[in-house]
């Protein structure tokens, strides 16, 4: 089976830096996936990992070593909007798997002010 | 651009009734995924769709089928509602299965 592991939850104050990790074992590897998730709301995308290495847009970051089955998604600057579920998923390369997302379960976020 | 659109957003049914959910991917997408979620978990796959045949099948029973039309747009049905079915439904859209998926707003499924 596919297993994605991720903190439950996490917590941090306004204007510090935060890196959420998730590590994979998975039956093929396509990519990996970070989402912001607000109570209630549907999936945000925040980025998307194909190769080793560190990409950056804006306030996030995500880094990817496939060798390793580990990535993390860093937040600088935090703001109390950042309070969500991050979602971290593996998409799958395989036959009939293709293209399919694996999720974990989610970190919930906390920014205190 | 318009990205991916569900309706309805919310929907309660009773147990026993059939439930039809719509998606409509962004535009010049073709692969449509549909997700469960649960609450406290992630996103479980259900289905995917690729320029109109089904391209994989989560664990889930025979009572959720799917089918995406000729202009990509994609209907979840869900017959014999259990209590258990009640979750956020999820619809994912992507150009091909190896680029960026974005998801729609969900629609907020309850059976009673």
């Known amino acids: 089976g596919q297993n994605i592991d991720q903190p439950t939850e996490m917590t941090a104050t306004e204007g510090a830096i935060v890196q959420i990790n998730c590590t994979y074992q998975t039956s093929g590897f396509n990519g990996l996936f970070w989402y912001q998730q607000h109570a209630g709301e549907a999936p945000t995308f925040l980025s998307y990992n194909v190769l080793d290495g560190l990409e950056e847009k804006g306030r996030f970051s995500s880094f990817l070593s496939r060798s390793k089955g580990y990535s993390y998604l860093l937040l600088k600057e935090l703001q109390m909007k950042d309070s969500a579920s991050y979602l971290c998923a593996v998409s799958l390369d395989r036959g009939s798997t293709l293209g399919r997302l694996y999720f974990g379960r989610g970190t919930q976020l906390t920014v205190w002010p | 651009d318009a990205g991916v659109t569900q309706s309805p957003t919310h929907l309660i049914k009773t147990r026993g009734q059939h439930v039809t959910l719509r998606c409509s991917p962004i535009?010049?997408?073709?692969?449509v995924s549909w997700y469960q979620q649960v609450l406290g978990q992630g996103p479980q796959f259900i289905f995917q769709y690729y320029e109109k045949e089904e391209r994989g099948r989560g664990n889930f029973p025979d009572r959720f089928s799917a089918r995406q039309f000729p202009n990509y747009s994609s209907e979840l049905n869900v017959n014999a509602l259990l209590l258990g079915d009640s979750a956020l439904y999820l619809c994912?859209?992507?150009?091909?299965?190896?680029?960026?998926?974005?998801f729609g707003q969900g629609t907020r499924l309850t059976v009673v």
């Open positions: 535009s010049g997408h073709k692969s």
């Open positions: 994912a859209s992507r150009y091909t299965s190896n680029t960026e998926a974005f």
